[in-house]
């Protein structure tokens, strides 16, 4: 491999391209905004992407040329991953005239803030939100505004005030960003060669460069969205080493629905690629939306969950009910593996050195199979599930069970199909005798342990009753309607889809 030309890292910030040659590849966004820009507007307060007292927000080119924006934890991701893209801080927001935007005005009206520590992160998903509405010229619902408020916490005002500002905000005259210097700069970056620090960030922008330095460098650390690996930094402050990040590389973006496929590769948003698949399947929507929050959701990739092999992931479960298979990419070879192979034990996958996830292969909706996922978690909104389930049941003509896949994290060191219960399934009726048989037979998949999410007993209990669930919603006689079982749908009843493009 050729030697790697450095430079420095260039982004688009406060009215100008700025260039940094960080000296450490995990100094993060926000380290770099508060103690070397002094724009201390923007709070640290869990440095793990749950309170969003860090929110910033992103713009990059879509695929049309157009500046799509979108709120990020600055607290978890790294200086050089802004390569190319426009950061806009609270700082940003004042008007040309002085005064304050919208979003702060309404907060100010509406009693949005007391202490403030939350304020200026609550303002910046506000405003992204407000950026994406003006430019549809639409206005969210208030279920459409809490789902962009996901990754805001408020420990003294309460959120009612805060949603209320969110809706008051579009009654104010319109003020949008004005984008033509922030799109033109954003082009003129776009030429800059990938991406080599002196400090060891990589960020190709080819598959093939991307394999390639994979190969040459197979110790170095992986990265995507950064939501877990920003983690081992800020919490476990671990030394990465160098570092391969696959965000840049366009082709691992996409998110294809084909004939026979929903192609995810791995660099796809989650936001993106839980879309697709709540398109396809529509009753995935409710797991969707609970997947962390929109910020991470932003960033954080279907690849990096499936790769992380967390056992209590949430794109695991449903993917296994889904048949998905994990395309793995060598150099220029690619092999593909059923998703249960590519977990070999606790957070151990079947990954090879210079290996890395190419991309997931969902199959498209056959016939008239029945899917459900379920994800059990203290808070609702940015929780780790204490259970994920991604069930999924095919009858025949005659009410049988042709075939099925039932797949759990938070009962085992992997996320697991439940063969015992399945095999219990097959075959027969879908009636309420073979439901108690399936509850009985997950015993014998599943020993679960306890934990700080939740004691064993709980999780096989809580396991049992998501299967019942399941029956009560998919059995011929009187299935649960929608309303009965979507807090979407009894919030909304109907009316709200998903607020986020
Ligand atoms: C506040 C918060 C809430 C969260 N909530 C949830 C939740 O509700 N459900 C859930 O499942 N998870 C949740 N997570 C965990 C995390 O968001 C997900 O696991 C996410 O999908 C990780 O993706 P990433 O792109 O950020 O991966 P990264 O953090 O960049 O990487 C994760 C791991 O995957 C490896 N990796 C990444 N891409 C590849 C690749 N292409 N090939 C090989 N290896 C690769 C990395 O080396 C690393 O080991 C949450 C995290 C946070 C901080
Ligand atoms: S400081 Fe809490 S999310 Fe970043
Ligand atoms: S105003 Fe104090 S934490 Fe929100």
Redesign the pocket.
Known sequence: MQALTTRPVRFFHRGGVVEVDPASPVRTVLEWLREDARCTGTKEGCA???CGACTVVLGELDGQGELALKPV?AC?QFLPTLDGKALFTVEDLQLPGGEAHPVQQSMLACHGSQCGFCTPGFVMSLWACYQRHQAAGTVPSRQQLADDLS?NLCRCTGYRPILDAGQQMFDLPAAPLSEANVVQALQDLAHSPSLHTRSGFHAPRTVAELADLRVSKPQA???????????WVTKQFRDLGEIIS??RVTE?QAVQVQDQHIHIG??A??EAAWRALAVEWPTLRDVWL????LP??S????????????P?????PVLMALDAVVV?QHGDRQRTLPLPDFYLGYMQNA?QPG????SVLVPRRQGANVVRAY?I?KRFD????AV?AGLMVQLDGQQRIQQVRLAW?GLAATVKRAAATEAAMQGQPWAEATLQSAQFALAQDFQPLSDMRASAGYRLQVAQNLLKRFWLETRAEAPLPESAVSVWARQSMGAAAPSTT
């Open positions: 793990e992407g749950d934890n978890i990754g650390t992986l990265l995507a969205g950064s939501t877990d690996v920003g983690l696959i965000n691992l791995a660099a948003t989650l609970r997947f962390a929050s991470i959701r960033v954080g990739t279907m690849g990096g969950n499936v790769a992380n092999g967390s209590i992931g949430d794109s695991a793995l990954l290996e890395f996830v190419h994800k978690s940015c929780d780790i599930s994920c994290g």
